[in-house]
T-cell receptor
Framework: DTAVSQTPKYLVTQMGNDKSIKCEQN?????MYWYKQDSKKFLKIMFS???????INETVPNRFSPKSPDKAHLNLHINSLELGDSAVYFC?????????????FGSGTQLSVL | GENVEQHPSTLSVQEGDSAVIKCTYS??????FPWYKQELGKRPQLIID?????GEKKDQRIAVTLNKTAKHFSLHITETQPEDSAVYFC????????????FGKGMKLTVNP
């Protein structure tokens, strides 16, 4: 019954590899996001999709490619992983209308690049 | 764009004391100010929010105040308990605009029993 679920929870991989993180929400929200939380706990938005369309693309290396097959899913694919990509990645969603800023976060994916 | 500053970065209090976390924002067009709590190893969760047409909002032991003129807002926690220990994030955005929610850098609150 988890509202925003992302997998895997932990991801340990070598530099140069390609990996994906999946996210699904069953809240009926229109907007989904990817946030990166670094070791200092700073939460920074990476991407935002509204109804499958990209609306926010922060200054993120093009090694990061989000994909939204439908409005309930937003996956993140990362190519050629680097040490600096190590962080916790949070998926989030928000409802439509006046409450569209209220974020519901997934449980996070801790990515460790060795 | 919006810039949100949060201070202090850490705060340690004794159980039962009050805690105050302060944030400032730069964009006068921002009109929505939420607070998120993130317990160790967990996801951030919205605990309270305030819109610019309100100066104060309270929910049990937590309250948020907003000073639009000075562009700052604060979270007040009374009668702190050990389970209040967490990282607290303030944020600001322009409701209905294309601006994204901008987070402060977080404040780690430790409540000592």
């Amino acid at each position: 019954d988890t509202a925003v679920s992302q997998t895997p929870k932990y991801l340990v991989t070598q530099m140069g590899n390609d990996k994906s993180i999946k996210c699904e929400q069953n809240l009926g929200h229109d907007t989904m996001y990817w946030y990166k939380q670094d070791s200092k706990k700073f939460l920074k938005i990476m991407f935002s999709y509204n109804n499958k369309e990209l609306i926010i693309n922060e200054t993120v290396p093009n090694r990061f490619s989000p994909k939204s097959p439908d409005k309930a899913h937003l996956n993140l694919h990362i190519n050629s992983l680097e040490l600096g990509d190590s962080a916790v990645y949070f998926c989030a969603s928000s409802p439509p209308g006046l409450s569209d800023e209220k974020l519901f976060f997934g449980s996070g994916t801790q990515l460790s690049v060795l | 764009g919006e810039n949100v500053e949060q201070h202090p970065s850490t705060l340690s209090v004794q159980e039962g004391d009050s805690a105050v976390i302060k944030c400032t924002y730069s964009d006068s067009a921002s009109n929505y100010f939420p607070w998120y709590k993130q317990e160790l190893g967990k996801r951030p969760q919205l605990i309270i929010d305030i819109r610019s047409n309100v100066g104060e909002k309270k929910d049990q032991r937590i309250a948020v105040t907003l000073n639009k003129t000075a562009k700052h807002f604060s979270l007040h926690i009374t009668e702190t308990q050990p389970e209040d220990s967490a990282v607290y994030f303030c944020a600001a955005s322009q409701q209905g605009g294309s601006e994204k929610l901008v987070f402060g850098k977080g404040m780690k609150l430790t409540v000592n029993p």
